[in-house]
């Protein structure tokens, strides 16, 4: 069964940091691109960055320069670095899994609440 578990969210000031992290379960982890959503009330859902199966990596517009994402294949591990952070990253932040069909097709965690307050 695929999981994807994510924890590491929580309140931090502006200007703060944070790293998250998703625990990854019942597939190939190293086989498959990965990344981080987010989601806040009344608004679509938002690509924060995707990372390959290479290393390759991909951010959205509002994580350029401020966050890394990152894997570690032996530990099944997704990161998100998010450094000076703004009110406006207040956000529910989803690990995803771009899997095919035969496997779940795409996947995303339950979250984990990120909260900058100003």
């Known amino acids: 069964q695929v999981q994807l578990l994510e924890s590491g969210g929580g309140l931090v000031q502006a200007g703060g940091s944070l790293k998250l992290s998703c625990a990854a379960s019942g597939f190939d982890f190293r086989g498959y691109s990965m990344g981080w959503h987010r989601r806040t009330p009344g608004k679509p859902r938002e690509l924060v960055g995707i990372?390959?199966?290479?290393?390759?990596?991909t951010y959205g517009d509002s994580a350029k320069g401020r966050f890394t994402i990152s894997r570690d294949n032996d530990k099944n591990t997704l990161y998100l670095q998010m450094s000076s952070l703004k009110p406006e990253d207040t956000a529910v932040y989803h690990c995803y899994a771009d899997l095919p069909p035969r496997l779940n097709g795409a996947t995303w965690g339950q979250g984990t609440q990120v909260t900058v307050s100003s």
């Open positions: 990372i390959s199966r290479g290393g390759s990596i």
